[in-house]
């Protein structure tokens, strides 16, 4: 993109002069593809990787070819009966297929991509959020379960009116369309419906927050999504006919943009790394022969994924061809970015996103300064700041400058609420503005630096406790990998502080070790955890965050556990569970089997003498 090649604020509002409308040279995701294929028909849109071990025999697919199948793709939805307001849910790897899915899902109707990786309960119940009308899943393979999983969510959705199979021949009998098949057959140069997309059309739904508990469902329009190519193509310079390799997740919005439509409305060619992506132990080990092979420019990573890359040998591989790699999700350290940058030469532009916004938000910018532990400037056309809200997240005031405040965007690339309206509580501060629920501050210099999250701080008696109080300095103590802190439930001071660590292979710290070592290390009293627990793997979501909520949930599954132990014989049977609630946010549920000659009144007064005093809510069940 020529003419943006700012180096700081001053230059990006000059950028914006003009409107964005003027610049923008499509409206829908499907006029995109169209723009994209334009640039040149014959080059490779695609390259797919079958695994880590086969990077040097790639299936190419041309960006006429992917236009093609996306069409046939739109069309044979359109013959099931998927509308503008209909939707197609996938449960898909990282295939060609997969951009087939969710293009000509989209030309089509409504898509819902779905982490395959669910269990088929909270797929289902995604599912029944969306009203998702055709399902497209992943065919019997070996290694995967996918199939068994659709199969199972099939039988709990009885509105679904179509199963489409990927990678199979599909079963007629059964109402099962194989795609690959079946697209062949229709046409591959027009949409049969005459569909003219409304720019204000919703395009796609993207599960976000948890993995259990109702779903929380963010809708994009076609305008959205389409400036949200063209916002994050700008600063990125791209050009047509560069390669981006592709190893996140297709569910996720980082992996559908910044190596989907993004490159894709640039005339770029981006490589699928297998259908694992970095999940594939071959990709990581051959990464470097991946880059040369293909002469990246980009790609994008989490943190945990650039640490793995750091292990990697790159032998005789020319990595010259990398210029930069996006890198979000998780906060990213000082050392970590350092080591890599010295190791690949390549710059790492440090970001921020989130479903919310499409996905994304800000970034270092590539050609001026990049300030290390930030996330940069705010992209062009997209409004940021910091404010402070009240309890119900009404708005007060705007953070001053280095002042921590929630962090808030507005803009084309933000939706307008979640499909539930009972999640939009507390997150619209008024004026178009969404609170994203992080918090940060804005330097002098525009620059964002996030501080933790508002529902991540741990409220000890009335004081406000910053978890990377607890986690920044165990991250210097050998031989811990990953550092959490969260608040456990404490019925004098609401909430303690709790450490979950885990360790590197071969460590062999005890959880008194890391206690001893907080105690000397951590510089306010009551920031000191009561608690450290060491567990083999620290949660994480599909894309390498800590999942906090799922140690909150265990938090609470101890305490109460504990707490329990006190009925002594008077219940033969207790089990405690703890997840999201739609209502509560947390709630525990109790369920506890009497012993003989103790009634379920005896059983609910001591259960509420126990609990009581908590401020998580739980729901009791006694056999």
Known sequence: ??????????????????????????????????????????????????????????QSISYQQ???????????????????????????????????????????????PINPLLEPATVADICQAAGTKVLVALGPMPGTDIWQKAQ????????????????????????????????????ADRLVSGRQIDPADTASMYHTGGTTGTPKLAPHTHYMEAAMAF??????????????????PLF?????????????????????????????????????KIVERYRAVMFSAVPTVLGMLLEVQKG????????????????????????????????IMEGYGLTEGTCVSSMNP?????????????????????????????????????EIGSVAIRGPNVFSGYLDPAHNRGCWPGDGWFNTGDLGRQDADGYFWLTG???????????????????GPLYQLDGVQVAAAVGRPDPHAGEVPVVYVQLQEGASLTCQDILDYLKQNVGERAAMPKEAIILKAVPLTPVGKIFKPALRWDAVQRVFAQELEALGGMAQEVEVSVGEDKVHGMLAKVGLKPAPGITAGQLERMVKDLLGLYTVKYELRVQ
């Open 366 to 402: 590539l050609f001026g300064e990049r300030k290390i532990g930030s996330i940069g400037l705010r992209i062009p056309y997209h409004e940021m700041r910091t404010i402070q809200v009240d309890e119900e997240g009404r708005y007060q005031r705007d953070a001053a400058v280095d």
């Open 453 to 471: 999250r508002k529902k991540e701080l741990i409220i000890r008696g009335g004081h406000n406790i910053d978890p990377a109080m607890i986690e």
């Open 316 to 347: 005789q591989a020319d990595i010259s061809s990398l210029r930069f790699l996006v890198c979000g999700a998780a906060p990213l350290s000082v050392e970590l970015f350092q080591r890599f940058e010295a190791y690949t030469g390549m710059k």
């Open 66 to 112: 992917l236009l093609a199948r996306v069409t046939q793709t739109a069309n044979l939805f359109h013959d099931l009966g998927v509308g503008p307001g209909d939707v197609v849910s996938y449960l898909l790897p990282n295939l060609p297929q997969t951009h087939f899915v969710l293009w000509g899902g989209e030309a089509a109707g409504i898509v819902n």
């Open 152 to 187: 199972a969510v099939r039988q709990r959705l009885p509105g679904l009116k179509a199963v489409v199979q990927v990678g199979g021949p599909g079963d007629p009998a059964q109402g099962v369309v194989g795609l690959d098949q079946a697209m062949s057959g229709y046409p």
């Open 252 to 288: 996720h919005v980082n992996g559908t943009t910044v190596t989907g439509s993004m490159p894709f409305s640039q005339g770029a060619h981006v490589v699928l790394l297998s259908p694992a992506g970095y999940r594939d132990p071959g990709v990581i080990a051959n990464f470097y």
């Open 1 to 58: 993109m020529s003419d943006y090649r700012h180096v700081d604020l001053a230059g990006l509002e000059k950028f914006e002069a003009t409107p964005l409308d003027e610049r923008l040279p499509f409206r829908d995701t499907y006029q995109l593809l169209q723009h994209g294929a334009a640039i040149n028909p014959a080059a490779p849109a695609l390259s797919f990787i079958p695994s880590g071990q086969q990077w040097a025999q790639p």
């Open 231 to 248: 916002m994050t193509a700008t600063p990125l310079d791209l050009v047509p006919g560069e390669t981006l390799l592709c190893g996140l």
